[in-house]
T-cell receptor, first 117, second 114 residues
Framework: DTGVSQDPRHKITKRGQNVTFRCDPI?????LYWYRQTLGQGPEFLTY????????KSRLLSDRFSAERPKGSFSTLEIQRTEQGDSAMYLC???????????????FGQGTRLTVV | GNSVTQMEGPVTLSEEAFLTINCTYT??????LFWYVQYPGEGLQLLLK?????DKGSNKGFEATYRKETTSFHLEKGSVQVSDSAVYFC?????????????FGGGTRVLVKP
């Protein structure tokens, strides 16, 4: 397995356009996280899936953002009507949770850098 | 809520110098603590972790001790190399059944010069 992969690596879009990012987690991992990282800051949690269920969403995730993980494997993050403030690195991470609170470390992808012009 | 504060960079060092990056936290509940590293052009990688008070995490010559009394998890390395140049993030996670989201500090850029 090659780890967590994200596509595309870079995306430049005009303000008002919709964009969609994809994350392919490590194959046996049942937990998937999305984070956003702006320049010079640490990553901030956006949302979390266990299998196909979206179990938690941050208040950072406005109604223009939607995330899915339809079959409990890959995930997509869509941003509608993009704004300049959406420019950031979007990171995906996956882990294996096995009953209760046990969980492996989170493995991160290289991220998708979004620039809204 | 949960938060992590770490010293701002950049930190510039000569090779073989001693490195310390301070990290303090506030948390509701009993957190696990982590240091992640981001090398140029690469994704975040877990460097080390500690899950309870007085635990010491270590990896690649780096160490950090979970100090509950001072709510700190400072990262240290006795002799840095040029290859240690990276951005270092302190993070915490309050373990719960519904996922262990991470709360990160702002990151500290370290530049090691030959």
């Amino acid at each position: 397995d090659t780890g967590v992969s994200q596509d595309p690596r870079h995306k430049i879009t005009k303000r008002g356009q919709n964009v969609t990012f994809r994350c392919d987690p490590i194959s046996e991992h049942n937990r998937l996280y999305w984070y956003r990282q702006t320049l010079g800051q640490g990553p901030e949690f956006l949302t979390y899936f266990q299998n196909e269920a979206q179990l938690e969403k941050s208040r950072l995730l406005s109604d223009r953002f939607s995330a899915e993980r339809p079959k409990g494997s890959f995930s997509t993050l869509e941003i509608q009507r993009t704004e300049q403030g959406d420019s950031a690195m979007y990171l995906c991470a996956s882990s294996l949770g096995s009953g209760g609170t046990r969980e492996t470390e989170a493995f991160f992808g290289q991220g998708t850098r979004l620039t809204v012009v | 809520g949960n938060s992590v504060t770490q010293m701002e960079g950049p930190v510039t060092l000569s090779e073989e110098a001693f490195l310390t990056i301070n990290c303090t936290y506030t948390a509701t509940g009993y957190p696990s603590l982590f240091w992640y590293v981001q090398y140029p052009g690469e994704g975040l990688q877990l460097l080390l972790k500690a899950t309870k008070a007085d635990d010491k995490g270590s990896n690649k010559g780096f160490e950090a001790t979970y100090r509950k009394e001072t709510t700190s998890f400072h990262l240290e390395k006795g002799s840095v190399q040029v290859s240690d140049s990276a951005v270092y993030f302190c993070a915490l996670s309050v373990i719960k059944a519904a996922g262990n989201k991470l709360t990160f500090g702002g990151g500290t850029r370290v530049l090691v010069k030959p």
